[in-house]
């Protein structure tokens, strides 16, 4: 199963992405916490391509998937903005960050932590990040 989701590049389209992620987080078994960590990382990500990669023009888009891997839930956000690779992002010294009273700067750390695996490609114009969560484990008796 899938789910799919075109997303224009300004900030209010942020409340459809967490509707969206809501009704389709639902139906992979995931806590209420888990879902609302994984709400939070799609939407750091989106929103900084939305700000940043897109300078908050509705009329550019980004395409997002949800959709099952064998025990991973994967979730790729495409778009065509300047290309930002998460996995090559530094971790802020967070004493500093703290001591500075400084705003943002550690939302992909937060992304990092939530997700299990990050994967990053762009060709031809076109980005692709992948963040992937296991499922959780079933216990059995």
Do not use: W
């Not at 900030?11 to 009704?23: C, D, G, K, N, Y």
């Not at 939407?43 to 009329?59: D, G, Q, R, Y």
């Not at 495409?78 to 500075?100: R, S």
């Amino acid at each position: 199963m899938s789910h799919k989701l075109n997303l224009s590049c300004c900030t209010s389209a942020l409340v459809e992405l967490r509707s969206f992620l809501q009704l389709s987080l639902k139906t992979y078994g995931f806590s209420e916490v888990d879902r609302h960590q994984l709400i939070l990382a799609v939407e750091e990500v989106c929103a900084n391509l939305i700000i940043h990669s897109h300078a908050c023009n509705p009329k550019e888009l980004i395409h997002l998937e949800v959709k099952e891997l064998k025990k991973k839930l994967s979730i790729e956000i495409t778009d065509k903005g300047d290309a930002f690779n998460l996995l090559e992002y530094e971790v802020p010294d967070l004493k500093k960050v703290i001591e500075e009273k400084r705003k943002g700067g550690i939302g992909i750390f937060l992304v990092k932590k939530i997700m299990d695996e990050i994967e990053f490609e762009s060709k031809n114009g076109k980005n692709t990040c992948r963040l992937i969560k296991n499922f959780p484990s079933t216990v059995e008796p």
